[in-house]
Nanobody, 120 residues
Framework: VQLEESGGGSVQAGTSLRLSCKWS????????MRWFRQAPGKEREGVAS???????IYRESVKGRFTISQDNAKNTLYLQMDNLKPEDTAMYYC???????????????WGQGTQVTVSS
């Protein structure tokens, strides 16, 4: 299983970025993915995910600004980030598993991350 993120960059506050994460797995056609981030000196935190029935779930600080979506035909997860703030600066990771287990998408596999830097 391989996950590869892309789309990060250095932007001004108030602008947008769209992150992508492609899932490659030759052994399973089903999977789940979610977004995490880690800022310098801070713990990794969940940013956005889908519930098993497909409803998006966001951490409070990004609600109304970030949108998670998925293109199953392309095995790709997206994170549209609008109205970016300096506090969104972090390494963003996608992570996932071969499916939902126990009602959650456990971060069994990880991408290498893509850096997002937002300046004021």
């Amino acid at each position: 299983v391989q996950l590869e993120e892309s789309g990060g960059g250095s932007v001004q506050a108030g602008t947008s970025l769209r992150l992508s994460c492609k899932w490659s797995d030759s052994t399973s056609s089903t999977h789940c993915m979610r977004w995490f981030r880690q800022a310098p000196g801070k713990e990794r935190e969940g940013v956005a995910s889908f519930s098993p029935d497909g409803n998006p779930i966001y951490r409070e600080s990004v609600k109304g600004r970030f949108t998670i979506s998925q293109d199953n035909a392309k095995n790709t997860l997206y994170l549209q980030m609008d109205n970016l703030k300096p506090e969104d600066t972090a390494m963003y990771y996608c992570a996932g598993d071969s499916g939902y287990h126990g009602g959650s998408c456990k971060p069994r596999y990880w991408g290498q991350g893509t850096q997002v830097t937002v300046s004021s």
